[in-house]
DNA sequence: ATAAAATATGACTATGAGTCATAATTAACA
DNA sequence: TGTTAATTATGACTCATAGTCATATTTTAT
């Protein structure tokens, strides 16, 4: 009889409704302006019941989190193309990533809260840390960065891994600024188009070829 | 009469030992898990005193990043020297950004806090974009960049505005993955020093010379 | 039909930011 | 120096919201 696995189907349902829920009240007020009653209602679910189906506001922002970097990770696979050259990926995988922060806000906003958080002082930080990389987008940085040492296009006198967070890292940074500061930007006549092309443009040669740092 | 001098210098003296007060407790505690009875506490002052000086919470945090924002600025300011070329002395800045963030965690927290937040959300974002770059490291960036493009260090085929705005963001997106996930790089054997140092070898060559972005 | 298990509810508690009527202190002036 | 006015400080209070828990409802098993 399936009435355990439907049962586990419903629930697993739910869960999904809830974290649907969310993202629509996250969106439209932010996450530190929503209220768990807000979601709750979105949900059309007592404030209870969310407690049922997740631990704590922060748990359905990590879920939402999860659903958005498994998201990008899909994009970035479909993306990689063994016609390309590792650097041709690489730099395509940026333009994804840039697309990304722009058409999906709220799972964006969500990675750049969880990335703003120490680790260390977040109560699930452990399981965070632990999934970090699995299937996630840097695991494609990963990728995309050995096959570009193996066809040349990008220099290898680095360890992959460094290589792969630290590029990750810098976007990470651009985007952010480019999300939080677009006043500013408007204010000095730059577009967002300009900072990621600046920052393709300095990396581009260093990615390439080893510097000559004292 | 110095009567209202003594006063102003009173009051301003006041707000000083607030902010020290609460260096000590978000240092101790960080930011969100401190209350203001606790910062009340520290500074021998009741609550309501502390709105005497200070429209809110996060105001006080304000006042800490701006006080962060000058120190980094001035030690910008001493390390930058004429008898280094521009691009040395750019990479200098990054050493003492770099290890400001370590000596410095509460200053360094809290400029991250507000890159980390949206203006436009933020009740008073119009204040701190107007101050953004008045005094800001980000103009030592502007500085350091343009006397580079003239001494030939620094390729010159890029504005200096939008060059300086993404070097400070990949830097502090570096900077802001190893403080807030040390533990994950523990886990992968990469120390803070190598992920700086790949951050240079990238950037090294793209400073330098133009690229060759299709 | 009934008991047991699973799921849902919302009134309640706890915490902490921010307020405000009142009190204490300081300045001004006789 | 004593009295009044202005300034500054206080902490009990309000209010918002995350999270809980005793109770109610629904579902499953027999």
Known sequence: MGIIERKEREKEQRRKDIILAA??????????????DDVAEEAELSKGTLYLYFKSKVEIHWAITEKGLSLL???MTETISSDRTGIENLFELGDVFYRFS???PVYF??????????LEKL???????????????????????????KDGTVRD??????????????MLGVLQV????????????????ELIR?????????????GFVS
Request: with cysteine; aromatic share 12%.
């Open 23 to 36: 993202e629509k009240v996250f969106h439209s007020k932010g996450f530190d302006r929503s209220t768990m």
């Open 178 to 193: 480019i999300r939080n500061k677009r006043e500013v930007f408007e204010m000095l006549n730059i577009t967002p188009g």
């Open 123 to 149: 109560e699930f930080g452990d399981i965070i840390m632990e999934n970090w990389f699995k299937g996630s987008p840097i695991e494609k940085l990963y990728e995309v960065v050995e096959a570009g040492m």
């Open 198 to 210: 600046c920052h393709y443009e300095l990396l581009m040669n260093g990615i390439k070829t080893k």
């Open 73 to 75: 990770s899909d994009r």
């Open 102 to 104: 722009e058409e999906q």
């Open 157 to 170: 006198d680095l360890p992959v891994s460094t290589m792969a967070n630290t590029l990750w890292a810098q």
């Open 109 to 118: 906003n969500s990675i750049l809260f969880f990335e703003g958080k120490d």
